[in-house]
C-alpha cells in the first residue's frame, strides 16, 4: 500500500493520466470550498488566557461588557484652554465628535489648564475616518490635537492591501525568475489553488478550533510561500531533466522520484514545526497551527498528484511566453554567480565558516535585551510618540487602561459585595496602583459587578505591571477575597497582555523541544546521517536568532524609523517571537531538505563530497533565491503597513528568509559541509536499523571524476548500512 501511495508512484499516475488528475484536484477543491458552506466559520471569540480569561467568561456569563469610548487630546505649550483659540478648537471636536458617535461628549481640563480631553462613549456604529477629519478641523500650528484609535480599521486595510498585491509581487519574481510567462503562472496557480482549499477546508476545521480573524492572513502566507517552492522544486528538476536530454514523459518521472520526495519530507518537516504552536496552548495559536498544517498539505498533495500532469500537458511548451531581457533560471547549468560563489567558500571553507558565524552572532547579540509586550495598552494616540503618551497620562491619569475587576456574589451577598469593592477602590488609590476615576457597574441580573480601576504606568512599563501584580496579589485578597462564596478575575488590556505572555514563556520550551526533536528524527532517517540533522538545527537557531537581533535593532534602538514610518514602541509584539520561530524554523528546513538532498544524490552516485556539495548548491542555489525573493517580496507588504505588530512581523519574516538563503545556505553551509567532510554521512553502527530513504543518484556530470565508497569508509549509503 506504501508503494502504491509513494510520490513516484502518484507521480507517474499523474503523468500518465494527466486531465484525471487534474480533474480530481479540482473536484479536491470544490469539494473543501463546500465544506465550508456546508459547516460555516467560527470565528474565535476572545483569545485571552488566564486569568484574564476567566474573567471574560465571567462577563459573558452576566451579560456584563465594560462601556468603550472615543477620547480625542488637545494640547499646547503656549495656549490655555481659556484662550478663544483653544476653546474654538474644543468646540470642533466636540461637534465631529457628537455627530459621528450620537453620545453626550464630555470635555475635561487638566490641571494646568493647557491641555482638554474629549471624550464620548461608543453608542453605535461609527466611522473613524469622520472622527479623524473633526479632529484635523481642530488643527492650529499652536496646538497639539490626537485622535486615539481603537478601531481595527487600518490593520484590516493593511492585511486587505497585503493579500491583494501578494499574488502580483509573486508573479512579478517568478517572471523575473524564469523569463517566461508560462512557467511563472504554474507555481502561482498551485499556490493559489491550495490556498483556496485549505480556506474550505477552515470550515469544519473552526468547528474544533475557533479562529482568530488573522488565521486566514497567516495560511495566505504560509500556502503561498510553500506552494510557490515546492512548484519551483518541481518545474525546475523537470527542466533541467529536460535539459539532459530526457524526452518530457521521462524527466517528469525522474523529477517525481526525486523532488517528488524532496517535497514530502520538506512539507512534514513544515508541518511539524507549524504544529509547535498546539503547544503553547491558547486558542489563537491552536487556531494558527490548524489552519498552516492545513495548507501545507493541500500544497504537498498538489505538488506531488496535479502538478506533474500540468507539466505532463505543458511539455516543452512551458518555456512559452518569454519576456526579453528578462533573466531566465533555467536549471542552474548556465548560472555563473553560484559556482563562483561556491567555489570561493570551497577553497577557504574556515575564513568563510567564521565569517558568516561571526555575522550571523553579531545581528543576534540585541535579541539577548529582547522585550515583548502587547501594543501599548494606553487609550490614547497608541501611534504617537512615548514621549507625548507619558504626557496624556501626566495631564489625565485615568486615561490609562483599567484593570477591569469581575465580582460575582452568591445570593444575599450583594451588599458585602458593594462594600468590599469601595474598600478595594479607597486602598488601590492608596498604594498608587490606580487613579481615579473609578467606575462601578452592575449587572442586569444583580449578581455580579465590575470595577474599572486605571492603572499608574504607562502601556507595560515596570509601574504597569508592578500596579497589576499588587492589585492581584495583595488588594483583592485583602477586600472582594473576604467576602464569603464571591468569584473574581481581573481583565483588561495590562491583565490580558500579563497573562498571554507569561502563557507563552510557560509553552515557549515545549514548542523548541517539539519542534527540535521531531525535525531531528525526520532528518536522521531521510539522510541516515547523525550530523546532518545536528547541523541543520544549530544553522537554523542561527538563523532564527539573527532575524531576533535585527527587529531588537530596528523596533526597540529606534533604527530606521524615519524609513519604515513607525515610532519605536521599545518592545516586540508578544506573539511574535514563537510565531517567527515556528514560520522561520519550518521555511529554513525547507531549503534546508531541498539542498541536502541534491548534494546526497551527488554522493549515492559516487562523487566526491565537494563535487557532490559544488553539484548541489550550484544546481538549488537558484530555486532557493527565487523562492525566498518571492517570499521577501509578499512578507515586505507587510513591513510597509501601518500597524506595528504587522510591520514587526513583516520585517522580522522579510530579513530571516532573506538571511537564510543567502548566508546560510549559500556560505555557512557549504563551508561547514567542507570542514567535515565525509563526517556529513556519519551514522553510529547502533543506528544501522533506522529506516532508510532511497535517493536518487544524480546523472554524473560530464567530466567529473567518479569513485567508489568503500562499504567501511566513514560515508556509508544507507544499503551498505543495511548490510
Known amino acids: 500500500m506504501i508503494s502504491r501511495l509513494s510520490p513516484p508512484s502518484m507521480g507517474r499516475w499523474s503523468a500518465r493520466r494527466p486531465w484525471r488528475a487534474i480533474g480530481a484536484w479540482l473536484a479536491f477543491v470544490v469539494l473543501a470550498v463546500g465544506m465550508l458552506a456546508l459547516t460555516g466559520s467560527k470565528q474565535l471569540q476572545s483569545g485571552t488566557t488566564g486569568e484574564a480569561a476567566r474573567a471574560e467568561t465571567m462577563l459573558r456569563q452576566h451579560q456584563a461588557r465594560p462601556s468603550q469610548s472615543e477620547f480625542a487630546y488637545l494640547h499646547s505649550d503656549t495656549l490655555s484652554t481659556d484662550d478663544k483659540p483653544f476653546g474654538a478648537a474644543i468646540a470642533k471636536v466636540r461637534a465631529g465628535m457628537r455627530a459621528a458617535l450620537g453620545s453626550t461628549v464630555t470635555t475635561t481640563i487638566s490641571a494646568n489648564g493647557h491641555s482638554a480631553l474629549v471624550s464620548a462613549p461608543v453608542g453605535r456604529g461609527f466611522s473613524t475616518e469622520s472622527l479623524r477629519a473633526a479632529v484635523a478641523k481642530a488643527g492650529n500650528p499652536q496646538i497639539t490635537a490626537v485622535l486615539d484609535d481603537n478601531s481595527t480599521d487600518g490593520g484590516n486595510n493593511d492585511l486587505k492591501r497585503a493579500e491583494r498585491l501578494s499574488l502580483p509581487v509573486t508573479l512579478l519574481v517568478l517572471l523575473i525568475a524564469f523569463g517566461a510567462l508560462v512557467a511563472a503562472l504554474v507555481p502561482v496557480l498551485l499556490g493559489a489553488t491550495a490556498v483556496i482549499a485549505a480556506f474550505g477546508l477552515l470550515g469544519p476545521i473552526s468547528q474544533v478550533f475557533p479562529l482568530d480573524s488573522s488565521v486566514k492572513t497567516v495560511v495566505l502566507l504560509i500556502g503561498m510561500a510553500v506552494g510557490v517552492d515546492y512548484a519551483l522544486f518541481y518545474v525546475i ?6 535539459a539532459r536530454g530526457q524526452a518530457s514523459h521521462d524527466a517528469l518521472e525522474r ?3 526525486t523532488s517528488g520526495h524532496t517535497v514530502i519530507v520538506a512539507g512534514t518537516t513544515v508541518a511539524i514545526a507549524m504544529g509547535g504552536q498546539f503547544m503553547i496552548g491558547t486558542d489563537i495559536f491552536n487556531g494558527i497551527a490548524s489552519g498552516t498544517i492545513a495548507v501545507i498539505a493541500c500544497a504537498v498533495a498538489g505538488s506531488v498528484t496535479v502538478l506533474p500532469a500540468v507539466l505532463e500537458l505543458l511539455g516543452p511548451r512551458i518555456d512559452r511566453g518569454r519576456i526579453p531581457f528578462l533573466p531566465h533560471l533555467g536549471s542552474g547549468a548556465d548560472s555563473r554567480f553560484w559556482p563562483a560563489v561556491v567555489d570561493r567558500v570551497l577553497r577557504r571553507p574556515l575564513l568563510w565558516l567564521l565569517a558568516s558565524v561571526g555575522l550571523l552572532v553579531a545581528l543576534a547579540i540585541p535579541a539577548v535585551g529582547l522585550h515583548v509586550s502587547e501594543p501599548s495598552s494606553n487609550e490614547i494616540a497608541p501611534r504617537v510618540s512615548t514621549s507625548l503618551q507619558t504626557m496624556i497620562t501626566a495631564d489625565f491619569p485615568g486615561t490609562s487602561s483599567p484593570a477591569i475587576v469581575v465580582f460575582a456574589w452568591p445570593g444575599g451577598g450583594r451588599t458585602q459585595a458593594e462594600r468590599a469593592a469601595r474598600r478595594l477602590e479607597s486602598l488601590a488609590a492608596g498604594r498608587g496602583v490606580a487613579h481615579p476615576p473609578f467606575r462601578t457597574r452592575l449587572t ?12 499608574a504606568g504607562l502601556g ?3 509601574a504597569n505591571k508592578h500596579a497589576l501584580t499588587v492589585l492581584r496579589t495583595e488588594l483583592i485578597p485583602r477586600t472582594l477575597g473576604l467576602v464569603p462564596g464571591v468569584k473574581t478575575a481581573v481583565t483588561g488590556d495590562a491583565a490580558r497582555d500579563a497573562d498571554f505572555t507569561a502563557q507563552m514563556q510557560n509553552g515557549l520550551p515545549y514548542v523548541i523541544a517539539f519542534v527540535l526533536v521531531l525535525a531531528f528524527v525526520i532528518l536522521l532517517v531521510t539522510f541516515r546521517s547523525l550530523v546532518v540533522p545536528i547541523k541543520a538545527i544549530v544553522l537554523n537557531l542561527l538563523s532564527v536568532a539573527a532575524s531576533y537581533g535585527v527587529l531588537v535593532l530596528v523596533f526597540q534602538h529606534h533604527w530606521a524609523e524615519s524609513m519604515l514610518g513607525f515610532r519605536s514602541t521599545g518592545s516586540i509584539i508578544s506573539w511574535l517571537p514563537v510565531f517567527l520561530f515556528v514560520v522561520l524554523f519550518g521555511l529554513s528546513m525547507d531549503y534546508h531538505v531541498f539542498i541536502l538532498s541534491r548534494v546526497r544524490e551527488g554522493i549515492e552516485s559516487g562523487m566526491s563530497n565537494d563535487q557532490a556539495l559544488r553539484h548541489g548548491i550550484t544546481r538549488t542555489a537558484g530555486v532557493v533565491t527565487s523562492a525566498a525573493l518571492v517570499m521577501f517580496g509578499v512578507f515586505s507588504l507587510f513591513g510597509t503597513a501601518s500597524s506595528l505588530d504587522l510591520k ?11 538571511l537564510d538563503a543567502t548566508i ?9 559541509m567542507k570542514l567535515l567532510g565525509d563526517r556529513n554521512w556519519y551514522l553510529p553502527r547502533c543506528l544501522g536499523w533506522l529506516p532508510g530513504t532511497k535517493h536518487e543518484p544524480t546523472v554524473p556530470i560530464e567530466g567529473s571524476a567518479q569513485r567508489q565508497v568503500p562499504r567501511q569508509a566513514p560515508l556509508q549509503t544507507p544499503a551498505a548500512t543495511a548490510r
Do not use: K
Open 237 to 242: 528538476r523537470s527542466r533541467e531533466e529536460r
Open 255 to 257: 523529477t517525481a522520484r
Open 444 to 455: 442586569s441580573d444583580g449578581r455580579a459587578g465590575t470595577l474599572e480601576l486605571p492603572l
Open 460 to 462: 507595560d512599563d515596570a
Open 648 to 658: 514587526q512581523a513583516g520585517v522580522g519574516l522579510a530579513v530571516a528568509v532573506l
Open 664 to 672: 546560510v545556505r549559500a556560505v555557512l553551509l557549504p563551508a561547514s
